[in-house]
């Protein structure tokens, strides 16, 4: 468990060793902290705060952010090979935080405030299955790739303010519906990319938005909704 300032002695950088497979390390300070830039195994977040990343953040394990903790990360990047979990009033990111988050693990958050997605882009780019959930119910996203293998799930409502990409050899399957501002790609060469079920996708964007796929049958949706002010291609 680390509890500094929000500044720290840089010489840590190159002799602290938090990868070990199964360490954690805890920023459980009750007050503004700096994230020293060095790859962890598992990460906690906790306590109180504001917990502000300097460079690109590499988690190997789980991100756990608990208690009141808020993460800043700027325009810097997230990549975390297992699960992220947003905890009690916790929030991931800001006003500021436009970096992108990989994650090969699962989502799960709280509330509808557990995470402030701007323009940020997701990619869920792990090999197996991965779900996304909120228990407030909806989880929305600034852009979301869904990458890697596997079947990308969620049981909750899902709002993307931009594109929407299924790549590599996933699968997503929902069961809720889903709105999508940007554009909708489909590359993944995975049989079955997208398992509609008996849910609607709203194209809620403002201006054009874009239907592709690589599936030569073209797109299936169960319904399809147009709103807002936009035009749709295919």
């Given amino acids: 468990t680390l509890t500094p300032n929000t500044t720290y002695d840089t010489d840590m950088n190159t002799v602290l060793n938090c990868a070990a497979a199964g360490n954690t390390f805890n920023y459980s300070g009750a007050g503004n902290q700096s994230i020293i830039p060095a790859t962890y195994y598992h990460l906690l977040l906790s306590n109180s705060g504001t917990k502000l990343t300097s460079a690109a953040?590499?988690?190997?394990?789980?991100?756990?952010i608990s208690n009141s903790a808020v993460v800043s990360s700027g325009a810097n990047a997230i990549d975390v090979e297992g699960n992220i979990d947003i905890q009690n009033t916790a929030i991931l990111g800001n006003g500021t935080s436009t970096g992108t988050i990989n994650i090969g693990g699962n989502w799960s958050a709280v509330n509808a405030g557990s995470f402030v997605e701007g323009s940020r882009a997701v990619t869920f780019d792990g090999a197996g299955a991965q779900t996304i959930t909120n228990a407030a119910g909806t989880e929305t996203f600034g852009a979301l790739t869904l990458t890697g293998g596997g079947t990308k799930s969620s049981p909750n409502i899902i709002d993307i303010n931009g594109n929407l990409s299924i790549a590599g050899t996933a699968?997503?399957?929902?069961?809720?519906?889903?709105?999508?501002?940007?554009?909708?790609?489909?590359t993944s060469t995975n049989g079955n990319p997208f398992v509609e079920g008996t849910y609607t996708v709203a194209l809620d964007g403002t201006g054009t938005q874009a239907i592709s796929t690589v599936l030569g049958a073209g797109e299936t949706f169960n319904h399809l909704s147009l709103t807002g002010s936009n035009t749709v291609s295919t």
Avoid at 57 to 64: A, E, F, S, Y
Avoid at 171 to 186: H, L, R, Y
Wanted: hydrophobic share 45%; net charge negative; glycine share 8%.
């Fill in 57 to 64: 953040l590499d988690v190997n394990g789980n991100l756990t």
């Fill in 171 to 186: 699968q997503f399957s929902v069961s809720n519906d889903i709105s999508v501002a940007g554009n909708w790609a489909v």
